[in-house]
Structures are given as C-alpha cells and as structure tokens.
C-alpha cells in the first residue's frame, strides 16, 4: 500500500510557475501509473496529467504546453512542473497512483476512479 503526500502549492500571479512534488511511501511508485487530478470549488475533479509504468504519458488539452509531469525513481518522488499559470488552474491538486489500462481516457475523460491511493492535496491559487 503506498501512501502519498503532496506539497509546492501555493498562490501566485498569472504567467507566474510552481512545482508540485508528490512523495510516496510503503511502496515504489515505478509499480503505479501516476497521475495529478485537480478539484476547484464547485467543480468536479478533473484530471490533469499521468504518467504509465513505460513513460507514456497524458495531459489535459487546458494544460498540455505549460505542464509537464515527471518522477524521481530514487527519491520515490512524482512532480508536476506548472509553468505560465492561468486564474482557470486555481484548484487543490491531488496525486494517485493507481493501474489503467488507457492514461489517457483516465486522464481526459474520468474523476480518477480507478486509483485507489490517494493524497491529501495541495492548494494552487493563481491571481490574475
């Protein structure tokens, strides 16, 4: 069972970048396909970007360009690089792992229900 913790969060201007860091224990996340999900209030949880076993990985269209999901193997460590952020990216952002057999329909057209583990998320506020 692995347990995730994310944080980097935080609030910035518009065109401005941060990068969240999703940490994992009890397990390797090279077991997992990895992804970011992402809740505004008031809406409901999308995905965001993925990452397979094979490195194959998937974005929403809103973030394709200005995102870019990567690991650390040996810091057993998921991250998302945020870069030209817009008020629209205001959200908690949550980590999971989980297997599926499509990334990219789990990322583009889910609520993440087919990841079992979870983090607490880490808020992302972006002022214009």
Known sequence: QVQLVESGG???QAGGS????CA???ATISNYCMVW????PGKEREGVAGLDFDGTTAYADSVKGRFTISKDNAKNTLYLQMSDLKPEDT???YCAAG????LEVAITA???EDFGY???GTQVTVSS
């Open 91 to 93: 959200a908690m952002y």
């Open 18 to 21: 941060l990068r969240l860091s």
């Open 118 to 120: 979870w983090g607490q």
């Open 110 to 112: 889910t609520m993440g």
């Open 24 to 26: 994992a224990s009890g």
């Open 10 to 12: 935080g609030a910035v």
């Open 99 to 102: 297997a599926v057999e499509k």
């Open 37 to 40: 999900f992402r809740q505004a």
